[in-house]
């Protein structure tokens, strides 16, 4: 690259248009060799980052944040979606609390 713009800078000097047209072509062709280049080695990168990190260590930090936080963290994938006990028992819940909590608004 530096060759390249060295290059330009003795053909602006000269104003030779085709020298100048075939060197642009020939910076803009090495400018997207560099391009490519670089996004395959970020994607290598970034491959390689997320296969080293040791998941025990997300899941200790995932814990620590969501008690600074003040929050229980469920880290079970979620089971069998879409069965139907599932559904009405948490519904009946609930109904249940919503029924608890308008007592008490009535009570006070």
Request: net charge negative; hydrophobic share 35%; aromatic share 2%.
């Amino acid at each position: 690259m530096a060759g390249v713009v060295k290059a330009m800078d003795a053909a602006m000097k000269s104003m030779n248009l085709e020298k100048i047209s075939s060197l642009m072509d020939k910076f803009e062709s090495q400018f997207e060799d560099l391009d490519v280049q670089s996004s395959y080695m970020e994607n290598a990168m970034s491959q390689t980052t997320t296969t080293t990190v040791p998941l025990n260590e997300v899941d200790s930090l995932m814990h620590q944040v969501a008690d600074e936080a003040g929050l229980e963290l469920n880290m079970e994938l979620p089971q069998g979606v879409g069965t139907v006990g599932t559904s009405t028992q948490v519904s009946q819940e609930q109904d249940e609390l919503s029924q608890r909590l308008a007592r008490l608004r009535h009570t006070e």
